[in-house]
């Protein structure tokens, strides 16, 4: 699926981070500790390069998407169908909200508890709801 939140972070910032140092590339494409001009281990590297792909897709969930948007990627996963039944088996008071949610609201918030509720209650993980808003976002 194509993501047009997509965020792009240079790995040469993730390495300064990961290793709270000033890491620069140098003229043979290799990555340094600016103060030492050491070479940074290889095994640093592919922590950052596995950190720079965590942080990219967290940067790239939309903070919210439409309702409409959130139906459709829920039809496109095979799970609109089961979004009522989901909602009727969840216990009071949790069940009553995210009912008023599911109906009447306009935009859905990644950061909203119902979310996760009803994710769960559909069988989706953090990662698959995180998914789903990216799916639904591509909806426009």
């Known amino acids: 699926m194509?993501?047009?939140?997509?965020?792009?972070?240079?790995?040469?910032?993730?390495?300064s981070e990961y290793l709270g140092?000033?890491?620069?590339?140098?003229?043979?494409?290799?990555?340094?500790d600016?103060?030492?001009l050491?070479?940074?281990?290889?095994?640093?590297i592919r922590a950052?390069?596995?950190?720079?792909?965590?942080?990219?897709?967290?940067?790239?969930?939309?903070?919210?998407?439409?309702?409409?948007?959130?139906r459709l990627a829920l039809l496109q996963i095979g799970?609109?169908?089961?979004?009522?039944?989901?909602?009727s088996n969840l216990e009071s008071p949790i069940k009553e909200q995210v009912e008023i949610e599911?109906?009447?609201?306009?935009?859905?918030?990644?950061?909203?508890g119902f979310i996760d509720a009803l994710g769960s209650a559909l069988g989706l993980n953090k990662d698959a709801l995180d998914d789903l808003f990216i799916l639904g976002k591509t909806y426009e």
């Open 2 to 15: 194509e993501n047009a939140n997509a965020i792009s972070i240079p790995l040469v910032d993730i390495l």
């Open 21 to 32: 140092k000033r890491v620069v590339m140098n003229n043979n494409n290799k990555y340094i």
């Open 34 to 36: 600016f103060e030492t």
């Open 38 to 44: 050491k070479e940074i281990p290889s095994a640093d």
């Open 48 to 70: 950052a390069e596995t950190l720079t792909i965590q942080k990219e897709k967290e940067l790239s969930i939309p903070k919210s998407i439409t309702a409409r948007q959130a």
């Open 79 to 87: 799970k609109l169908a089961d979004v009522a039944a989901a909602i």
């Open 102 to 112: 599911w109906e009447y609201a306009t935009d859905i918030y990644r950061s909203n």
